[in-house]
């Protein structure tokens, strides 16, 4: 892909917000899988870097068009499947300063990972290390630094207490044995 874009970021600028997927036909399309929510929020970010072999490189969206519950993209440089073929299971990334402002009690999930997670009996259950969209509720998995086990808590008012993200902290209403 062409570097136009300017020099490339240091990777700890990079949020990744989708994956491409297998090719569609054979005109270059692939199919993409957006971590944004609502999915099509993924095509309001520019520019777009694609993650290959541990490298971010610049990459322009030429199309983008629903197919069935996701989307279909055609990468400008790609106007044959072998070409898009190259790009398979590459990640797709922006720049965090790319987002949009957040209100003041919202949070981008981002920001919850490597928080500390105590309970409210001031025990460290672990360590933020991903959250999962279950459609019903958001899950967050926290690894315990000593045993190397994960927990998976529920992302409720009612479970979630305090966020201090300038202290990187959580408290949660939850046992440490469950």
Same mark, same amino acid.
């Not at 777009?48 to 519950?69: D, F, I, M, S, T």
């Given at each position: 892909?062409?570097?136009?874009?300017?020099?490339?970021?240091?990777?700890?600028?990079?949020?990744?917000?989708?994956?491409?997927?297998?090719?569609?036909?054979?005109?270059?399309?692939?199919?993409?899988?957006?971590?944004?929510?609502?999915?099509?929020?993924?095509?309001?970010?520019?520019?777009?870097?694609?993650?290959?072999?541990?490298?971010?490189?610049?990459?322009? @969206?030429?199309?983008?068009? !629903?197919?069935?519950? %996701?989307? +279909?993209?055609? /990468?400008?440089?790609?106007?044959?499947? &072998?070409?898009?073929?190259?790009?398979?299971?590459?990640?797709?990334?922006?720049?965090?300063?790319?987002?949009?402002?957040?209100?003041?009690?919202?949070?981008?999930?981002?920001?919850?990972?490597?928080?500390? @997670?105590?309970?409210?009996? !001031?025990?460290?259950? %672990?360590? +933020?290390?991903? /959250?999962?969209?279950?459609?019903?509720? &958001?899950?967050?998995?926290?690894?315990?630094?000593?045993?190397?086990?994960?927990?998976?808590?529920?992302?409720?008012?009612?479970?979630?207490?305090?966020?201090?993200?300038?202290?990187?902290?959580?408290?949660?209403?939850?046992?440490?044995?469950?």
């Amino acid at each position: 892909m062409g570097s136009s874009i300017g020099q490339l970021p240091d990777t700890t600028e990079i949020l990744t917000v989708g994956k491409l997927g297998r090719v569609y036909g054979l005109q270059g399309w692939m199919r993409l899988m957006s971590y944004t929510h609502p999915g099509e929020n993924i095509f309001t970010y520019a520019p777009w870097y694609l993650g290959l072999k541990g490298q971010w490189q610049p990459c322009e @969206v030429a199309a983008h068009k !629903a197919h069935g519950k %996701g989307w +279909i993209i055609r /990468l400008a440089d790609c106007d044959h499947c &072998d070409k898009a073929n190259r790009y398979v299971n590459a990640l797709v990334g922006i720049k965090k300063e790319a987002l949009n402002p957040r209100g003041p009690d919202e949070l981008y999930w981002h920001e919850l990972i490597g928080l500390t @997670v105590e309970n409210t009996q !001031a025990e460290e259950l %672990g360590t +933020i290390v991903d /959250l999962i969209n279950t459609g019903a509720n &958001d899950i967050l998995v926290i690894r315990n630094k000593d045993s190397g086990k994960e927990q998976w808590v529920p992302y409720l008012s009612d479970v979630i207490l305090h966020i201090d993200l300038d202290e990187q902290r959580m408290q949660v209403n939850w046992d440490r044995e469950l």
